[in-house]
Structure formats: C-alpha cells, structure tokens
C-alpha cells in the first residue's frame, strides 16, 4: 500500500513502524473474511481493511471522528485476521498505535470516559475486586437472571502442593483469577508438581497492565507493567526457568513486555528478559512426559481455544493435542477458531456485539452436547460459564485428581 504520512508522525517510532506496517497490506480483503464484528456488521469500516485504512487517513493528516474512533473501538483484537493475511500484515500492533493516536486526539463522552475509569479500577486490583465480587455473590439471590449470570458461584480450590523441587518456575495468579477461580492456579501447581516442577505463586496478585493498555490509559498501563517487572525480577535472578501464565490474554501481553519498554533505558533489556521468559501453561507441559497424566473424568469434553492463544500467541492445536494424547473425550465443533466475545473488557464495553458472538459460540458447542467445556482464559471461561448451564472450566482442572 502505498502512503504519505505526515512529518509529525514519520519522525515518531511509532508513526514509522505504522508505516513500515501499512505498506505490507495490499487490500486484498482476506482478513474480512475471518473477522468475527465484519461478518455481524456487514460494515467495510468494522473489518481489518477498513479499520487499517481508517488509521492510515489519520496518520496522513486527516483529523479522527467519533466514527472513526466507534469503529477501532469494535475490534476485538482476536487477531485473526492475521492468520488469513497473505502479506503478513501485523495488525494488532497497527491497531494499537492508531487506537492511541486517536485516543489522544478526540474526546470521549463523560459517560464511557468513566465506565473505563471504573473497569481500570476496579478489576485490575485484586483486593478491590474480590471485595466486590464478595458483595455480589452475598446479593446474588436478589439479582435478576442476567446479572445473576454474570456473578458466579464460589468453588472451593485444592490445597497447592507443598512439595519441593530443583526446577521451578513463577506463576503470577493477576488481577481478577484469585477471586473468580482460584481453583486454576491450584490445578496448575498440582499438575506441574506431578512433572517435577515447583511453581512458585505471587503474593500479593497484580494486573499485568493488559486492562489498561486496552482502556485508553497507556501510561498507567506502561507504570503497571515496570511494577511487574520490579516484582517479579527476584524470581528470575534466582534462575527461575519460565514466567508461566495459566491466562492466555495476560501471557500474550507480558510477552509483549519487550517491545513496550524497548526505548525505556532503564527497563528495556528486563523487559525482553521477562518476555523470553513468558511461556503459556500449554508450552510448559508439553514439553514434558505426560504419559502420567489423565483426565480426571471421562465425559465429552469442548475445548474453546481463546484468540489471545491460538491467534495472539500462535500457539493453536497445542491443548488440544495435550488433551488427546491424554485420553479425553474431546468433541469437535464448528468455528472454533472465531472469537467468543470476551476480549478483555470488551463485554463491558461493547456488550451487545459480545453477547451475539457468545451466543453464536455456544450454539456451536451445544449442538455436539459436551458434558464440559474448557479453556485457556479466565475471560472467555466466565463469558461463555454466563450463557451456558454446562459447566465451563480451564483444561489444567480437567487433568487435575
């Protein structure tokens, strides 16, 4: 494609990798073709090549609107897109630098400005948040059946291993998974102690920054993510062997650690070393002899693969290769590489477009009648657990005595 970016933005890093970016795309439309908002919408400017072309008129002096904002805003960042791409296109990144540039440059109403202030606030501190979701559940009965849904029930979470091991790695719990479904990070720990693998969890849990990175306040994202690394750097002095996520949405963002300090010089070379650490759950256990392994039940079992995952990290068919050769009765279905409608914040923020995507998944799953669905992101584990009577979980707890 060819551009002509404005001074103000050829002499930007990130204006210039912008460009560099946008001269990959040819606007052939393939990525429309898997986008999960263009195939509801039907709107060329809420699919890729109309989003690309959005940010490409801005970065060439035209002013941004609330439209053209409205239309960034829609993008999951599922990324998927990029998996269809045949130049290679890295549209996430793209997607961030025009969504900051924008963000700097219009004004959102009172109203969304503050329902981002209060997701920032409110989900990416632990204590916070589990004393919210404390007084939700004491309400719980009181609730109409939608609000209901969105609040689950308290499952009670195996004691962590208290066994030792010469290989260790560091398992960060973050912001909103203590609270929701503390039960993943004891599954986790159980299972990497039966692989000879001590897992190391933090105490107190933090955001990783990814919420606010996505809610419009780069800064406090940026000051969250050197908070993470001050935190965590004693972990990997003493030689831990990986950074394990058990969310792909939070692993896919401290892999990014790198490329978001790269020009702060106080924090650039922790900030890779972090980031080459960051393995996903999946990238840890199958790595290993998993013939001890086994599901812990035998029922049909779906396996939703989150986009943060199979897209974001590249990692698709791993679980469900784990799975398999473990022996779980794994069911297929239609579409598994769409996008749930979880993203992030994105239920909160765009609910009606996340609420169709999720009832479309559920529809797919639900036709092949699986006794349990499971994932790899708390979000997409409560986003789907708020439409479904199937019990939803994450895959560790699948394979968990």
Same mark, same amino acid.
């Given at each position: 494609m060819q551009t002509r970016l404005i001074e103000q933005f050829l002499a930007?890093?990130? /204006?210039?990798r912008a460009d560099e970016i946008l001269r990959k795309c040819v606007h052939c439309g393939f990525c429309n073709a898997t986008c999960p908002t263009y195939e509801i919408l039907g709107d060329e400017r809420d699919g890729p090549r109309g989003r690309i072309y959005q940010i490409k008129q801005v970065l060439e002096g035209q002013s941004p609107s609330y439209e053209t904002r409205r239309h960034l805003d829609q993008c999951l960042t599922c990324r998927n897109c990029e998996i269809t791409c045949p130049s290679g296109v890295d549209y996430g990144e793209l997607l961030d630098i025009g969504r900051e540039i924008i963000e700097k440059d219009t004004s959102r109403p009172l109203t969304d400005r503050l329902k981002r202030y209060l997701i920032r606030e409110c989900l990416a501190y632990p204590d916070r948040f589990a004393a919210l979701l404390g007084m939700g559940r004491? @309400?719980?009965?009181? =609730?109409? /059946? %939608? =609000?209901?849904? =969105?609040? $689950?029930?308290?499952?009670?979470? $195996?004691?962590?291993p208290a066994?030792?091991?010469?290989?260790? +790695?560091? @398992?960060p719990e973050g912001c909103v998974q203590p609270a929701l479904s503390p039960s993943i990070t004891s599954a986790a720990c159980n299972v990497l102690d039966k692989l000879g693998i001590e897992a190391i969890t933090e105490d107190p849990a933090a955001c990783c920054g990814a919420l606010h990175h996505h809610t419009s306040a780069p #800064?406090?994202?940026? %000051? @969250? +993510? %050197? /908070? %993470?690394i001050d935190a965590w750097w004693p972990y990997v002095e003493t030689g831990i062997e990986a950074?394990?996520?058990t969310a792909s949405g939070c692993g896919i963002h401290i892999k990014h650690y790198g490329e978001l300090l790269k020009h702060d010089p106080d924090y650039a070379e922790k900030s890779r070393k972090i980031s080459d650490l960051t393995k996903d759950l999946i990238e840890i256990i199958d790595q290993e002899d998993i013939t001890r392994l086994r599901p812990n039940n035998d029922c049909p079992v779906a396996y939703h693969p989150p986009c943060t995952l199979q897209h974001g990290q590249r990692l698709a068919g791993r679980v469900e290769n784990l799975l398999d050769s473990i022996g779980t009765k794994r069911i297929r279905f239609n579409e598994p590489h769409l996008c749930c409608g979880a993203a992030g914040s994105y239920t909160l923020l765009q609910p009606k477009l996340s609420a169709q995507l999720k009832e479309k998944k559920l529809q797919n799953i639900s036709r092949e009648r699986p006794e349990l669905i499971v994932t790899a992101n708390i979000g997409c584990l409560h986003h789907l657990a708020s439409g479904t009577s199937i019990p939803v979980r994450h895959? +560790? #707890?699948l394979i968990t005595d």
């Open positions: 930007d890093p990130k /204006g210039q004491l @309400l719980r009965p009181l =609730l109409p /059946g %939608r =609000l209901k849904t =969105l609040i $689950p029930i308290k499952l009670p979470a $195996p004691p962590n066994s030792s091991h010469p290989r260790k +790695v560091f @398992l #800064e406090k994202a940026l %000051r @969250l +993510v %050197r /908070g %993470r950074i394990v996520s895959w +560790v #707890e």
